[in-house]
């Protein structure tokens, strides 16, 4: 499904943060603070993009941890007015992608138990289920632990330029 305009995937600065932590507001029981944001924006190991329509309007973000060999994702939502047009996938599109360049083997979040749309977006991105972190949310509320691992290429101690022999 196409979101019918373009999007740009930009860094996440403190002027977006009144536009993001509306999409939190409406997406979350539980929303993150304006001061866990702006934390996660001082982190040298967190980053944190939103998509911005062509009208330049904040329409979703993701926040993510790249620490070593390992992506933990953190926070990935999208406006309501604009959910199932494509730009969540887009989203955890580019955090697979930044983490691949990376060279991250693995990719790991959690997400609310109930969240059926999310979990299946997750499987269609190759994500397994892991785990399950009980209470995690709240009383109740169950987290489902997803991973993705990616194939590691082979370690060779022949040299490049004798291999391309």
Request: aromatic share 10%; hydrophobic share 40%.
């Amino acid at each position: 499904m196409s979101h019918g305009f373009d999007l740009r995937f930009e860094p996440m600065c403190e002027e977006d943060l009144g536009a993001v932590l509306e999409i939190e507001r409406q997406s979350f029981a539980e929303p993150w603070s304006v001061g866990l944001f702006r934390h996660e924006l001082r982190l040298p190991f967190s980053r944190c993009l939103v998509a911005r329509s062509e009208w330049g309007s904040v329409v979703g973000y993701v926040c993510w941890w790249l620490v070593g060999d390992e992506v933990h994702l953190l926070n990935l939502a999208v406006h309501p007015q604009h959910r199932r047009c494509g730009i969540g996938r887009s989203l955890l599109g580019v955090v697979l992608d930044c983490a691949r360049q990376a060279g991250a083997r693995l990719v790991t979040l959690e997400v609310h138990h109930d969240n059926q749309a999310a979990q299946a977006l997750y499987l269609a991105f190759g994500f397994v289920q892991t785990g399950l972190r009980r209470n995690y949310y709240a009383p109740g509320k169950h987290a489902v632990v997803m991973t993705c691992y990616f194939p590691q290429a082979e370690k060779s101690t022949e040299s490049p330029a004798r291999r391309a022999t």
